[in-house]
T-cell receptor, first 112, second 113 residues
Framework: GQSLEQPSEVTAVEGAIVQINCTYQ??????LSWYQQHDGGAPTFLSY????GLEETGRFSSFLSRSDSYGYLLLQELQMKDSASYFC?????????????FGGGTRVLVKP | DGGITQSPKYLFRKEGQNVTLSCEQN?????MYWYRQDPGQGLRLIYY???????QKGDIAEGYSVSREKKESFPLTVTSAQKNPTAFYLC????????????FGQGTRLTVV
């Protein structure tokens, strides 16, 4: 099977930078995605890494190292609205179709 | 507007009853997924489907059943065999292929009393 590990909670102040790490165990996957979920809401897609390296999307960047089975999401210039849970997810290759598996999530609390 | 719709938003059922959660998408997506989320927890995969009339068990399929008779629809039945059915259920869809963005419905919060 697959497993993804993330820290359960991170607290930071407005304007700071937060890095959320994700380590995983799997065989045969396409890439690593990141999703944001506000309390009571639906997850929304943030970024995707198919290849090793850094992908930048505005204030958010994501990194993948396949050799280390590791990725991270970097949140820069934190804003109050960034308080949410963040999930890493693997798109795993399966004969019957791709399987999208999520980690346990990291709750980010942004303080003034 | 294109999107993925789950209904109802809140659902209450008595213990021992089967209940079916609706998920419809008009995004022309091939892949559809059902997840369960418990308070403060991650998303656990129940079932997923890549094509009509075919679906696969996820990590926690016991006590659940699905069907995929149409591309647009992927209903989930929570059966009486599910020992702890009270949870937040999320449906998602995506295009086929590598790392395609998954779009989620707004979820159904099921409470079994």
């Amino acid at each position: 099977g697959q497993s993804l590990e993330q820290p359960s909670e991170v607290t930071a102040v407005e304007g700071a930078i937060v890095q959320i790490n994700c380590t995983y165990q799997t065989s045969g996957f396409y890439g690593l995605s990141w999703y944001q979920q506000h309390d009571g809401g639906a997850p929304t897609f943030l970024s995707y890494n198919a290849l090793d390296g850094l992908e930048e999307t505005g204030r958010f960047s994501s990194f993948l190292s396949r050799s280390d089975s590791y990725g991270y999401l970097l949140l820069q210039e934190l804003q109050m609205k960034d308080s949410a849970s963040y999930f890493c997810a693997l798109t795993v290759i399966k004969a019957a179709g791709n399987k999208l598996t999520f980690g346990g999530g990291t709750r980010v609390l942004v303080k003034p | 507007d294109g999107g993925i719709t789950q209904s109802p938003k809140y659902l209450f059922r008595k213990e021992g009853q089967n209940v079916t959660l609706s998920c419809e998408q008009n995004l022309n997506h091939d892949a559809m997924y059902w997840y369960r989320q418990d308070p403060g927890q991650g998303l656990r995969l129940i079932y997923y489907s890549q094509i009509v009339n075919d679906f696969q068990k996820g990590d926690i399929a016991e006590g659940y059943s699905v069907s995929r008779e149409k591309k647009e629809s992927f209903p989930l039945t929570v059966t009486s065999a599910q020992k702890n059915p009270t949870a937040f259920y999320l449906c998602a869809s995506s295009l086929q292929g590598q790392g395609r963005e998954a779009f989620f419905g707004q979820g159904t919060r099921l409470t079994v009393v």
